[in-house]
Each structure stands twice: as structure tokens, then as C-alpha cells.
């Protein structure tokens, strides 16, 4: 896996548009106290679709946007673009893409949030979802979290970490995360499935009196029709009969 740039506007303590370009296999960011540097992983965090406002020093989206300065105001919106190399590559004799889903060169993923504190995805300039962005990165074995970032102090909280931790860090970096996400769908879909059935027994159950009662009006329809079509039978053979009389009569009259 290899990033190409990271485009930061508005984001925490970079008011105006930072651009960063990642040439080198290794790159340093350096700098005194308090010039940013924790903001530049944070905002690797935050475009990867990182959910807990605690680990990027937050409390509510809000706080993630600039909050003006001494000459600058106050940012309406904070928006953090990361670029990945998704060119083919050499592995083990097989031409591969980083993102086997895009046959683009560049994978553009970008995350930006509003004072109001709602989120917009894109992947490659077009609007998405935050599942979308998830499902994409665990094609590469990636993500805001877990073993990918690992921030000051947090090299003593993964060697200290429970083994359910653990086991959660492994199957991540074994790429079973998208596995995971279509488990959980599976799992919604599964419930929401049983609520419909549970609404649709319900309602059967309403429905029940409804249905005895027009059953047995269609019984009574039917019991109508077949008199009916008795009497018409017998009005016939009447009238016939009535015929015979009424001819005999008219033939001794003439």
C-alpha cells in the first residue's frame, strides 16, 4: 500500500488548505509543540472513517473544524482528502491493484463534516457511505483504527491489550473485517426479516374474524345463487306447463 498525498482544509488547527505530498517510502513530519503534528494523524483517522471523537481529542464533530484565530475566522466546514496508489503491482508474479474494486490508478477517499455535525463520504468525488468507505478499505486490510495508526501511548496499550483486543487486531490485519461488516448486515437483515414476519402474524391474526365472516357471506352468495337458479328452473317448467293449458283452452274456444 502505498499514499500518494493527503489534502487537509479547515481540519482542527489547519485553517487554511495543506497539502502533503508522500514521495519517500518513509516520511517524518516534524515540528515544535503545538504546530500540528498529532492533527496530521488525526486527520488520517478521521478521512479513514474513524467513528470515536475521543481518540482524535474531540468531544462533538464541531470540534474538528477550525475554530478561528487571531486574524482568521472561524471555519464553517473541515474536510481531509487522502490519495492512494492503486496502479498495479508486482506480487509474488501477479498483477494486483491495491483496491481490486476500482480499476482507477488513484483512489480518492474524502471525509468532510459541517458545523452542524453531519458527515459526508466520497470515494473518487462521488458521494457515499460511511459502510462504503469501510468495505473499501478492508479490501486493502486498512482502517481508522486497531494496528493500522498507532499514536503516542498506544504502543503500551497493544502490548497490554485484552484478548478479545487481540483477537480483534489479528482477524483485521488477516482482512476478515469485510467479512465482519457483511456478518452484521447479514444479521440486520435477519432481524429486520423477523419483525416483517412478526407484523404479518400479527395482522394474519387481525385479519382472521374478517376472513371467517366474508367466508361465510361468499357461502351464503353461493347457497343464493344456486336458488335461484332452482326457482328460475321451476318458473320455467311452470310457465311451460301453463302454456300447454292456456293453447288446450284457446283450441276448444275457436
Do not use: W
Request: charged residues 35%.
Amino acid at each position: 500500500m502505498r499514499l500518494k498525498s493527503l489534502h487537509i482544509h479547515g481540519f482542527k488547527s489547519f485553517a487554511k488548505k495543506a497539502d502533503l505530498t508522500f514521495n519517500t517510502a518513509i516520511t517524518g513530519v516534524v515540528g515544535p509543540n503545538g504546530s500540528g503534528k498529532s492533527n496530521v494523524v488525526e486527520a488520517f483517522r478521521f478521512v479513514l472513517g474513524e467513528q470515536s471523537l475521543k481518540s482524535m481529542r474531540g468531544k462533538k464533530g464541531e470540534d474538528m473544524i477550525f475554530n478561528g484565530g487571531k486574524d482568521l475566522t472561524r471555519a464553517n466546514r473541515a474536510s481531509v482528502r487522502v490519495v492512494f496508489d492503486n496502479g498495479l503491482t508486482d506480487i509474488n508474479g501477479e498483477y494486483k491493484r491495491l483496491f481490486d474494486s476500482y480499476s482507477f490508478d488513484e483512489v480518492v477517499v474524502e471525509r468532510a463534516v459541517n458545523r452542524d455535525g453531519s458527515n459526508e463520504y466520497l470515494i473518487n468525488g462521488s458521494a457515499c457511505r460511511l459502510k462504503d468507505i469501510q468495505e473499501l478499505l478492508s479490501e486493502a486490510n486498512i482502517g481508522g483504527s486497531g494496528h493500522h495508526i498507532i499514536s503516542q501511548g498506544e504502543a503500551d496499550r497493544l502490548l497490554s491489550s485484552s484478548n478479545k483486543e487481540r483477537k480483534e487486531m489479528i482477524e483485521d490485519a488477516l482482512g476478515l473485517k469485510i467479512h465482519q461488516y457483511k456478518k452484521e448486515e447479514s444479521e440486520k437483515r435477519l432481524m429486520k426479516t423477523k419483525e416483517h414476519m412478526k407484523e404479518v402474524e400479527s395482522l394474519r391474526r387481525e385479519l382472521a374474524p374478517h376472513l371467517r365472516f366474508l367466508k361465510k357471506q361468499v357461502e351464503k352468495l353461493e347457497k343464493a345463487k344456486e336458488v335461484r337458479q332452482q326457482l328460475t328452473e321451476l318458473y320455467r317448467e311452470y310457465f311451460a306447463y301453463e302454456k300447454v293449458i292456456l293453447d288446450g283452452e284457446i283450441a276448444d274456444i275457436e
